[in-house]
Nanobody
Framework: QVQLVESGGRLVQTGGSLRLSCAAS????????MGWFSQAPGKAREFVAA????????YYADSAKGRFTISRDNAKNTVYLQMNSLKPGDTAVYYC?????????????????WGQGTLVTVSS
């Protein structure tokens, strides 16, 4: 099983960009599909984006389409979330997760591995 560590979250102004990273330990990274999730203060965790084991397939929440891009580098054991045109409503803790079932990542429940999260704050 892998362990996940997110990084890249910080304070950014409306309209700005950030790239989040999620580094995985272990040699099994390429066996897992990966996902990003967000949890705003006082709200439930929500799906943002997912990518297949090879990186050949991706899908996004409607709120992320056109603004966010998920990608992965299996040689570096890392998955990324490029976030553009950020809005105050994007303020949240962002988590990455791993699961062998690509389609299971559509819901933030019963996934195999979670990271600890990284905070993104978008100021108006």
């Amino acid at each position: 099983q892998v362990q996940l560590v997110e990084s890249g979250g910080r304070l950014v102004q409306t309209g700005g960009s950030l790239r989040l990273s999620c580094a995985a330990s272990g040699r099994a990274f390429s066996r897992y599909a990966m996902g990003w999730f967000s949890q705003a203060p006082g709200k439930a965790r929500e799906f943002v984006a997912a990518i297949s084991r090879s990186g050949g397939s991706v899908y996004y929440a409607d709120s992320a389409k056109g603004r966010f891009t998920i990608s992965r580098d299996n040689a570096k054991n890392t998955v990324y979330l490029q976030m553009n045109s950020l809005k105050p409503g994007d303020t949240a803790v962002y988590y990455c997760a791993a699961d062998k079932d690509f389609f299971a990542l559509a819901r933030p429940r019963n996934l195999e591995v979670w990271g600890q999260g990284t905070l993104v704050t978008v100021s108006s």
